[in-house]
């Protein structure tokens, strides 16, 4: 298959963790790449020299701190422009930290919402009639903090919240040409500094609620994303729990 017959995912946050499993496994699957960063510079020029090296030119790598509201029309566009086309678009960059009500700052909305909700939104909008010509699909990344609130982190899940809000609306505005759909992870890979491969009370505590007795892994999510993007011909608006069962649980 010649490089413009090839389908073209965007995948933001795309350097390291779950973004890096993802693309990974799009790559494989035979997508070239729009690799989306913010600081992750050398991991994700690694990760494109990686890809890059199986399939020729397979993989653009593209600098932007999404809460800058210019950057994001600018990443679809570079990417048709590149590529050609665009097929696929996987919202996943997200910031995540505490909002402990009293204490909350204008800022720290700024931040939870610019990443998790506003970047998504723009992005999808940009994108649309690229996918429309396509006939593609988003896929965005939630949570099931969107559904299950998390302690001390209430504006981190309103912004999960309107990340599904906007996931069935546009399932709504932009079909039939255009399917999204969104996964909402449960427990998969640890906080950074939050214990790293090690097991602490609060986590062991979380896996007990979870039927699964485990965490999940960045690949199994990747390989949701896949199905949805590829294979998922009929679904649209939908929200795929991968989570171990842990909401059955509470």
């Known amino acids: 298959m010649s490089r413009h017959q090839r389908p073209v995912a965007l995948v933001t946050g795309a350097a390291r963790r ?3 499993g993802i693309v990974r496994c799009l ?38 701190d999404l809460a800058d509201f210019d950057r994001l029309p600018e990443l679809v566009a570079r ?13 996943n960059a997200s910031a995540f930290a505490p909002s402990p009500i009293g204490t909350t700052t204008p800022a720290q909305w700024d931040l939870l919402f610019a990443s998790n909700a506003r970047a998504p939104f723009f992005l999808s909008q940009a994108a649309a009639p690229h996918l429309r010509r396509a006939g593609g699909a988003i896929v965005n990344l939630a949570d099931i903090y969107a559904e299950r609130p998390l302690h001390e982190h209430t504006v981190y899940c309103m912004a999960k919240a309107a990340l599904l809000a906007m996931t069935r609306s546009l399932a709504l505005e932009l079909g039939p040409e255009v399917r999204v759909n969104a996964v909402s992870p449960g427990a998969i890979l640890w906080p950074e ?25 960045a690949k199994e999510v990747a390989e949701a994303v896949r199905w949805l993007l590829m294979d998922a011909t009929y679904s649209t608006g939908q929200v795929i729990h991968l989570d171990g069962g842990r909401l059955l649980a509470g």
């Open 18 to 20: 779950i973004g890096a």
């Open 27 to 64: 790559h494989a699957a035979g997508h070239d790449i729009a690799l989306h960063y913010r600081g992750s510079e050398s991991e994700a020029l690694a990760l494109r020299d990686e890809l890059d090296a199986i399939r020729p030119g397979s993989v653009l790598a593209l600098q932007a």
């Open 79 to 91: 990417t048709v422009g590149h590529f050609g086309r665009l097929d696929a678009l996987v919202n």
């Open 193 to 217: 500094g939050e214990g790293g491969d090690s097991c602490t009370d609060k986590q062991a505590a979380m896996l007990a609620r979870t039927p699964m007795a485990r965490t999940g892994t």
